[in-house]
C-alpha cells in the first residue's frame, strides 16, 4: 500500500494523473497533502526494516519500497511527517546498529570529544528546527495559537472534557473568550482560524474526554511499546518505528480523522502485540461474538448513507439558492445528519431566507455546537436583525468577530446593524474599526466592505455637519 501511494503521488508531481485537491498537485489518494505524508511516513521505518534485515527477495522489495517513499516524502512540505520520518527511522538504525551501546563504549574513552560532538549536533538540529519553523511560519503560528486556547478548554473541563466530537464548537467559544479578554498581539489575530481539529491529538483527546481519557490512551500506547520491546518477533523493531513514526505525526496532525490512517494506526498496534497461544475454537468463538455487532452496525448504516446521498442531490438546489424547495427536504433528512455541522448551517440558512428566523436560530445553535465557523454566528445576527432583537444581534455579531478577528465580514454587519436600529455612533466607530484591520485574505470583498464603510462615515459626518438638512430627512 505505501508503494502504491509513493507511485500514486510521483504520478501526480509528472502531471500524468490528477490532484485529489485543487490547491495542492500532491496528495496521493487523500484529499490533502497532511494526511498523505503521514500515510508514507508511518510506512517508512517498516520498509527500512526490511531492506537492512530481510530475506534477499524480500530486501529488495523493502529497498525499492524505501527508495519510492524517499522521493516522494520531501515533495509533501509536511514538516510533521519530516520529524516523524528521523523519529521512526532513527529507532530502527539505532536498533540495527546498536548505537546506545556504541556510544556508550566511546563516551567512557572520549568523554570530551563525544560532549563537543554532542554540543554541535544540539546547535546543528535546533537551527535545523528553526529553519523548519520559518519554512512555514504561520502555519506553525497558528498551530500554537490553536494548542494555547485549546489549554484554556483543558484548564475549564480538566477531568472529563468538553465531551467527544465536540472540540470545534468548544473551542470557538474559547477563542471568541480568548481575544475579548484582552488586546491580543496582531500576529496572533491574523494567524487566527476556524479550525475542525487541534493539529494535536493528544491536545485533541485531552480536550474532548479529559485527563482521564488522555491516560488511558497513553496506557494503550505504553503497553504496545512494551510487548514489543519483549517480543522475539523480528519484524517488531520496524512496528515500533512506524508507531513512533506515527505519533510524532500525531503531534502535528489530525490522523485519528483520517479513516486509512485510523486503521494504520491500529494495524501497528496489534502488530506491537506478540501472538499468544490458545485455542483455535476459543478464538474463532471470540471473533464471532465480536463480528456480529459490526455486522449490524454497519448494515444499520444503510438509511444513513441514503440520507448522505439525498443531502448531496438537495445541496444542488440549495447552490442555485432554491430555498422554498430545499428546506422542506432538509426537515425531512435532519433526524438523520443533525450531528453534521456542514448540513445544520445549510438547513438554518434554508430557514433564515424562507422567513423563518426564530426556528433558523434554533438549529445554527446546535450547528454553533460542533462548527467553531464564525459564519454561523453571522447568520444568527441576522436572524435576530430580522426580528428587531438588536441586543442579541449585537452579541452574535460581535462573537462573530471576537472568534476569528482578522475576518471583516462581522464588523460589516454589525456597523449595518448599528445603522438600521439608530446606534450611529456605535456604527461609527465599528466601521472605523474595520477600516483598520488589515484582511488575512485580501479581496474585492473586502475591499467592496470597506468602501460601504466609508460611505456610512461620509454620509453621517455630512448630516452632523447639515442639521437641517438631517431634520428635513
Not at 402 to 408: F, G
Request: include cysteine; aromatic fraction near 12%; charged fraction near 15%.
Amino acid at each position: 500500500s505505501g508503494a502504491i501511494e509513493a507511485i500514486w503521488g510521483l504520478a501526480q508531481l509528472y502531471g500524468f494523473t490528477p490532484s485529489q485537491h485543487s490547491r495542492f498537485e500532491l496528495t496521493g489518494s487523500f484529499f490533502n497533502p497532511g494526511p498523505y505524508s503521514g500515510f508514507l511516513v508511518a510506512i517508512l521505518p517498516i520498509a527500512l526494516h526490511y531492506t537492512l534485515t530481510g530475506h534477499r527477495i524480500a530486501r529488495i522489495l523493502s529497498g525499492v519500497v524505501l527508495v519510492l517513499l524517499l522521493l516522494v516524502l520531501p515533495a509533501t512540505l509536511s514538516r510533521g511527517a519530516w520529524l516523524a520520518a528521523l523519529t521512526g527511522c532513527g529507532i530502527v538504525l539505532s536498533n540495527y546498529f546498536h548505537l546506545y551501546n556504541r556510544l556508550k563504549a566511546l563516551f567512557q574513552k572520549h568523554k570530551l570529544t563525544i560532549s563537543i560532538t554532542t554540543i554541535c549536533i544540539f546547535f546543528l538540529v535546533t537551527g535545523t528546527l528553526i529553519g523548519i519553523y520559518h519554512l512555514k511560519k504561520e502555519s506553525a503560528d497558528g498551530r500554537w495559537l490553536i494548542w494555547k486556547v485549546s489549554s484554556t478548554l483543558v484548564t475549564s473541563h480538566p477531568i472529563t472534557g468538553v465531551g467527544f466530537g465536540h472540540f470545534a464548537g468548544a473551542y470557538g467559544e474559547a477563542q471568541a473568550a480568548y481575544f475579548a479578554a484582552e488586546k491580543r498581539p496582531a500576529g496572533e489575530e491574523l494567524v487566527a482560524d476556524a479550525p475542525e481539529t487541534a493539529f494535536n491529538e493528544f491536545v485533541q483527546i485531552t480536550t474532548e474526554i479529559g485527563i482521564i481519557g488522555l491516560l488511558l490512551f497513553l496506557t494503550i500506547i505504553i503497553g504496545a511499546f512494551k510487548a514489543a520491546r519483549h517480543s522475539n518477533s523480528k519484524a517488531a523493531t520496524g512496528m515500533v518505528g512506524s508507531l513512533a513514526a506515527f505519533l510524532v505525526f500525531a503531534c502535528f496532525s489530525y490522523p485519528f480523522n483520517v479513516l486509512p490512517l485510523l486503521v494504520l494506526f491500529t494495524l501497528l498496534l496489534a502488530q506491537c502485540t506478540p501472538m499468544q497461544p490458545g485455542s483455535r475454537w476459543l478464538s474463532g468463538i471470540f471473533y464471532t461474538f465480536l463480528f456480529l455487532p459490526v455486522y449490524f452496525l454497519a448494515t444499520g448504516q444503510q438509511e444513513r448513507e441514503q440520507a448522505y446521498k439525498r443531502w448531496k442531490s438537495e445541496q444542488i438546489y440549495f447552490n442555485m439558492q432554491i430555498f422554498e424547495r430545499t428546506v422542506d427536504n432538509y426537515k425531512k433528512l435532519y433526524p438523520l445528519l443533525k450531528d453534521q455541522p456542514a448540513f445544520l448551517f445549510e438547513y438554518g440558512q434554508c430557514l433564515s431566507r424562507t422567513g423563518q428566523p426564530e426556528t433558523s436560530n434554533l438549529i445554527l445553535e446546535e450547528a454553533s455546537q460542533l462548527s467553531a465557523d464564525p459564519m454561523i454566528r453571522n447568520i444568527m445576527g441576522k436572524n435576530y436583525q430580522t426580528m428587531k432583537q438588536y441586543t442579541q444581534a449585537e452579541s452574535a455579531f460581535l462573537k462573530a468577530s471576537r472568534m476569528v478577528p482578522n475576518r471583516l465580514y462581522p464588523l460589516y454587519l454589525l456597523a449595518q446593524m448599528y445603522n438600521e436600529s439608530g446606534q450611529i455612533d456605535k456604527a461609527i466607530s465599528t466601521a472605523r474599526l474595520l477600516l483598520e484591520k488589515v484582511p488575512k485574505v485580501p479581496s474585492s470583498a473586502t475591499e467592496e466592505m470597506k468602501r460601504d464603510m466609508q460611505k456610512l462615515i461620509k454620509d453621517h459626518q455630512h448630516e452632523h455637519a447639515n442639521p437641517t438638512y438631517h431634520g428635513q430627512l
